[in-house]
């Protein structure tokens, strides 16, 4: 049973940094061994990759988030981070976490997100 907790969100002026922290359980396979990734949902949207990293720690950024966010893990502790620096009102959204290859599945389990508003 894939569990993910997502948390970290919060209201920030524009400018500023949060760091995000999701805690995975229940894969078939230690969380070490997945690709996990970061998405977003902006309002009345789908979800968008935003960054993955792999478990060799290759890390990969859409634009939107190039230059600005941080993905790391901490394989120890089965959490993945999102640090978010410089944030625009444009990043207002709900932040999910998941392995790669878990999003792909039908019927995928995602958890609740946590919100990210950034006001101008």
């Known amino acids: 049973q894939v569990q993910l907790v997502e948390s970290g969100g919060g209201l920030v002026q524009a400018g500023g940094s949060l760091t995000l922290s999701c805690a995975a359980s229940?894969?078939?396979?230690?969380?070490?061994?997945?690709?996990m990734a970061w998405w977003r949902q902006s309002p009345g949207g789908q979800r968008d990759l935003v960054a993955r990293i792999t478990p060799s720690n290759y890390r990969n950024y859409e634009n939107i988030a190039k230059g600005r966010f941080t993905i790391s893990r901490d394989n120890a502790k089965d959490t993945l981070y999102l640090q978010m620096n410089n944030l625009t009102p444009e990043d207002t959204a709900v932040y999910y976490c998941?392995?790669?290859?878990?999003?792909?599945?039908?019927?995928?389990?995602w958890g609740q997100g946590t919100q990210v508003t950034v006001s101008s």
């Open positions: 229940g894969f078939a396979f230690a969380f070490s061994e997945y690709t």
């Open positions: 998941n392995a790669l290859s878990e999003a792909l599945k039908r019927g995928a389990t």
